[in-house]
T-cell receptor, first 112, second 113 residues
Framework: KAGVTQTPRYLIKTRGQQVTLSCSPISGHRSVSWYQQTPGQGLQFLFEYFSETQRNKGNFPGRFSGRQFSNSRSEMNVSTLELGDSALYLC???????????FGPGTRLLVL | AQSVTQLDSQVPVFEEAPVELRCNYSSSVSVYLFWYVQYPNQGLQLLLKYLSGSTLVKGINGFEAEFNKSQTSFHLRKPSVHISDTAEYFCAVILTNDYKLSFGAGTTVTVRA
């Protein structure tokens, strides 16, 4: 089976812009989670989707949003980018039971 | 809420020597436990997991971990490391009734010849 794929792999944006990141889960996996990784804060949970419904959300401002499509692919959007949003954004997928998450290679976002 | 503490931020080790990475967690309810590895400029790769059953779990690349419920620990070990084991290692937990992983701060392992 193909693994979790994320596009794009690298992005450079400027403050105030918005960005959309994409994640395709492992075939058959219906749960997709997003994490932010920074040197200062480490790995932090953003949100999780299952069957197009957000089931859990981390402590991030409303500028961070996501969605999931009927084919389980997911996107996350960050509006009004700030310098502090520079990070590696990781997507993970899992299938019931939901305890084991498999990660994609990540999208590295640099905000200038 | 649960939390994860990785007791060592950096572990230097010589090739073919053993290594142990320590992880403690706190949670008021049952958890599942994981170790992930991250190589430079890559995502996280699952090394091993504890869901239930035997407290000694074996993973990929010769790694193993032991779940100790009384000490709330899940230490990772490898009897003989290779240069290719140089990476960052993350301990993570998830509540059995939840969907989000909580990660430790990570341990950087540097293997020297």
């Amino acid at each position: 089976k193909a693994g979790v794929t994320q596009t794009p792999r690298y992005l450079i944006k400027t403050r105030g812009q918005q960005v959309t990141l994409s994640c395709s889960p492992i075939s058959g996996h219906r749960s997709v989670s997003w994490y932010q990784q920074t040197p200062g804060q480490g790995l932090q949970f953003l949100f999780e989707y299952f069957s197009e419904t957000q089931r859990n959300k981390g402590n991030f401002p409303g500028r961070f949003s996501g969605r999931q499509f009927s084919n389980s692919r997911s996107e996350m959007n960050v509006s009004t980018l700030e310098l502090g949003d520079s990070a590696l954004y990781l997507c993970a997928s899992s299938s019931p039971p939901q305890e084991t998450q498999y990660f994609g290679p990540g999208t590295r976002l640099l905000v200038l | 809420a649960q939390s994860v503490t990785q007791l060592d931020s950096q572990v230097p080790v010589f090739e073919e020597a053993p290594v142990e990475l320590r992880c403690n967690y706190s949670s008021s309810v049952s958890v599942y436990l994981f170790w992930y590895v991250q190589y430079p400029n890559q995502g996280l790769q699952l090394l091993l997991k504890y869901l239930s059953g035997s407290t000694l779990v074996k993973g990929i690349n010769g790694f193993e971990a032991e779940f100790n419920k009384s000490q709330t620990s899940f230490h990772l070990r490898k009897p003989s490391v290779h240069i290719s084991d140089t990476a960052e290692y993350f301990c993570a937990v998830i509540l059995t009734n939840d969907y989000k992983l909580s990660f430790g701060a990570g341990t950087t392992v540097t293997v020297r010849a």
